[in-house]
DNA sequence: GCATTGAGGTCAGAAAGTGTCCGCAAGCCA
DNA sequence: TGGCTTGCGGACACTTTCTGACCTCAATGC
């Protein structure tokens, strides 16, 4: 009957909570006779997830970590955090991680009982993107409808906004969500035009799952990044900043993280370049190392650093 | 025979990755008959997991949020994913968060194939803090291993660098990691000195795990958050910051999101308040905002502001 | 050496899981 | 409306597994 699986999984969550579990216990626990909770055993690791015993008085099992990433039992507060943290990822916390963090997300939130998705959903101010974004802000919980509705093959409907002109409903089959720069984007295929298009998220409102499946159609080409990034004929603006500054490269690497590159030049200088659509994002920075600097470029981060200079000395006196 | 609970398993998997399902390719993929797989959904179900199913042509089966998280069973990507995101999360990018996240994390990790640990140390630097900390660089790797060791009640050792004095080699029973202001302590029962010590854990270098179990000791008052809170006599010197600005608080709430609050004072002009042990970071709010400024306190701020401004006027000339 | 704790073989009875066959119900479409 | 598809679930016979009890053995720590 059930209860075999079930009984497995408990186990497998126990092994997960505590790490260490005297094989009397366990049995208790699972309400089985010893020999039983051994066989248990034997067959979680049949399964291929390597459980380790130890005897002699205080033995016990411990779950290893095997080949394959066990089923994960969480409980409640687990599954919000990892939630949260997954969610900060999409939002552009972590470079380079934000699609699949996002694919990650749709996943886990799906799967998550209404209850825990209030929770997160509560915790939206607290998760604000605040500094950290530069780009705009976006909403996650529109982020995660979208991704549901890609990932479930499911119609949708939603407001947009184009860069000129009405916002307007728009019903579409949702293929892929695309981080590009800073901005994600929805590729999908709408269902009033009859063709392809993508969708800024960030324009994006009101995203309705409509309960319709579809069978996927396939994207010219097959990946629908190199689509949207030959359909994206320019660019959104950006500058390359490169400045020399009068102090060690490891400080200032350490401060900038991933947002930028540093190469040393001469002993106690050292030339920072980073790529960015907000020049105030750079000011900071220099501001910050209190190091004397000479800009290189661009021309327009001069006046930017002046300005900036200035609102600080006013405000200071 | 583990067949059964291999075979849920896989079920659960595939239900979790497609989200839906025609029963004859389920059944197929399962290698038994519909009727089986019939009964294998109504277990699911029993299990508090519901499946939901249409009929038709088309029909097919779903697997919708439930009353409990269900086992969560992740590629490899996945999992890779929600480590990064937790880690950022336990690394303070989510505030309030950081004690859950690094529970969770150390469970996951602990239940992770070395070769997704490789890939995720090998992520380090992509996830570098950057800016984000402003608190002292913490390694991901020392915060779960010391988690780790809490989890699995494991002794530890590790070298410890005492604010006064030379490192030295440690040993202990780990009780728990607590965030306390921006930094990780370790609350541990020190085994050489037969007490319970606090450790902070950007001081602590190496820690590795020695195997070897313990039965935890109680903490006095049974908190370790109190219990560290009451040992530490003084809180690092920390400022209170409070500034006018001349402009909307809107936008300044969006920005500065949860690392402040911003109370409206007149139309037009905001009072923005923070705390910090960081003077760097106000200024650079200051000056990214780029609207006039009153520093209420403290006065170092404004001494700050003005160093600041220059050094940002003596590079832009 | 001794107590503790896990490993694992064997056995018999109990309890499942399984496929086949069946009639039924719900959705979709012509 | 009728026909098709797809899921639902009862009944049955058969097979397989599961379980607890009992036993001996093997590590471990004191």
Redesign the interface.
């Known amino acids: 009957m ?1 209860n ?3 009984r ?2 408990r186990l ?1 969550s126990l092994l ?5 579990w005297p094989g009397s216990e366990l049995a208790g626990r699972l309400d089985v006779s010893p020999r039983t909770l051994r066989r248990d055993v034997d ?1 979680l690791r ?2 291929g997830y390597p459980v380790d015993a130890s005897r002699g008085v ?1 033995g016990g099992y ?2 290893q ?18 939630a ?7 939002a552009g ?5 934000e699609e ?2 996002v ?2 997300l749709a ?2 939130i ?5 209850r ?2 209030r929770r997160i959903d509560a ?1 939206r ?8 974004g530069g780009g705009p ?1 976006l909403d996650a919980g529109v982020l995660t409808t979208i991704a549901m509705a890609c ?3 499911e119609r949708l409907r939603f407001d947009y906004a184009p860069r000129d002109g009405e916002p307007a409903a728009r019903f579409v089959e949702p293929h892929r969500l695309v981080p590009l720069g800073r901005r994600w984007y929805l590729v999908a295929w709408d269902l009033d035009r009859g063709d392809w298009r993508s969708f800024r998220v960030d324009r994006l409102a009101a995203p309705a799952l409509t309960g319709a ?1 579809f069978r996927p159609r396939e994207i010219p080409g097959g990946d629908p990044a190199a689509w949207l990034r030959a359909r994206m004929t320019r660019i959104p603006a950006r500058y390359d900043v490169s ?1 020399v500054l009068e102090i060690d490269a490891e400080p200032v690497r ?6 930028g590159t540093v190469e040393e030049t001469t002993a106690g200088s050292c030339r920072m370049r980073m790529s960015t659509d907000d020049l ?2 750079p ?6 190392l ?6 290189e470029s661009p021309p327009e981060l ?2 930017r ?13």
Do not use: C, N
């Not at 997960?16 to 260490?20: A, F, G, L, N, V």
């Open positions: 059930a075999t699986s079930a497995m999984l497998l997960q909570t505590h790490r260490y067959r049949e399964l205080a411990q779950l970590a095997g080949a394959a990433v066990p089923p994960l039992l969480l409980d409640d507060d687990e599954a919000v955090a990892i949260i943290g997954l969610r900060t990822a999409a916390a972590v470079a380079g991680f699949t963090s694919r990650a996943k886990v799906q799967l998550l009982p209404p825990l998705r915790l101010e607290v998760t604000a993107p605040g500094v950290l802000t990932r479930g093959e499946r400045v350490a401060f900038i993280g991933h947002y105030g994002w000011v900071m920075v220099l501001g910050v209190g190091a004397a600097f000479t800009i001069r006046e650093a002046r300005a900036t200079g200035e609102t600080l000395l006013r405000g200071a006196s």
